[in-house]
């Protein structure tokens, strides 16, 4: 009788262990997408608690010698991009000064055209990083893509790596693929309009390329106390190969392919624009089309130049707007620049 006992015991506890089992493994596969279902934020949510709450998939960077492998999370929507036009993949912080700027793009510079755009916003992990706001951002927009590596101004190569893989697993099929910081503004509607056009044959039938604000005959800074020090082992030579000044891009999904292919032959230089778009780019055929219509500050807009119908006015992007009030300002600067068949 004892053993008879004995046994029901042990397979009752088997039982229950297996239970439990089953329940922990739905509970953690649960887990992966409640934080689009949550009500409330936890108190005291750790970084890595945080992290579990999201459906990762691994991603594998390899820039010549450098290797290295961290996560990144899924998409709300697997297939987001389906019929979409064009993704902008804006380069962002936790701060919330950042924050600000991203409903600027949300809520105004995403309004700029009727096209099929999508926007993503990349973020790394961040010892600075506010759980309390930057989760009720995530379940309510559900278009941040947080990775698990540590972000700082030299890594920000991973950042770029991270939207080449994103657009290259969830949107190889999407055309056009731009590049943005956050502090940007940019009328979509004007671009397509050039797109469209062809950049004034600037484009032609060119299936890959980097439009962007060029950079020429700049050098590397020696300065070890500067931002933006590159030692001569690193880089030796005295100039940076042509690059695209890295605020504003447009470029194709061709172009990734091509350049993320490029890249795992290419020692890394951590200055990611002159590295991605100048010494990686020169590795390839993909040429860099400078477009003088996106600038850097107001003074660089031409008024004047029109497309060669004269129906669409020069400028489609400005850099360092960093307020609400300074993206309408420049939104409707820009639009009221008028082209002689448009007055």
Known sequence: MNGILSKKKFLVGVVFIITLTILLIRDNINNHVTIYMLN?????????????????????????????????????????????????????????????????????????????????????????????????????????????????????????YSMHDYHMTYCPNVKYFVKMDDDVTADYGRVFSWIDEGFNGLIGNKSEYFLCHGMYNF?????????????????????????????????????????????RNVNLVHMDDCFITGIVRRETTVPLLNWSGICSNPNEIDYTKCSKDNTIPWPIALHNTKTKSLVEKWLNTMHDIKCPLLE
């Open 40 to 160: 409330y934020v936890p108190q005291h949510l750790t970084t890595d608690e945080f992290e579990k709450l999201f459906q990762m998939k691994t991603v594998k960077l390899k820039i010549g010698e450098t290797q290295l492998s961290y996560d990144m999370t899924v998409p709300y929507d697997t297939n987001e991009c389906d019929n979409v036009e064009m993704v902008v993949y804006v380069m962002t912080m936790v701060d919330n000064y950042s924050f600000r700027r991203r409903q600027n793009i949300r809520e105004i510079i995403s309004k700029t055209t009727n096209r099929t755009v999508l926007f993503r916003f990349f973020l790394g992990r961040s010892e600075d990083m506010n759980l309390q706001t930057i989760v009720p951002e995530i379940m309510a927009f559900k278009d941040i893509v947080y990775y698990t590596h540590n972000e700082t101004y030299r890594e920000n190569y991973v950042k770029w």
């Open 219 to 263: 050098w590397p800074i020696r300065n070890k106390h500067s931002r933006w020090y590159i030692p001569i082992e690193e880089f030796s030579e005295n100039r940076w190969p042509d690059y695209c000044f890295g605020y504003f891009i447009l470029t194709t999904n061709d172009t990734i392919k091509t350049i993320t292919k490029a890249m």
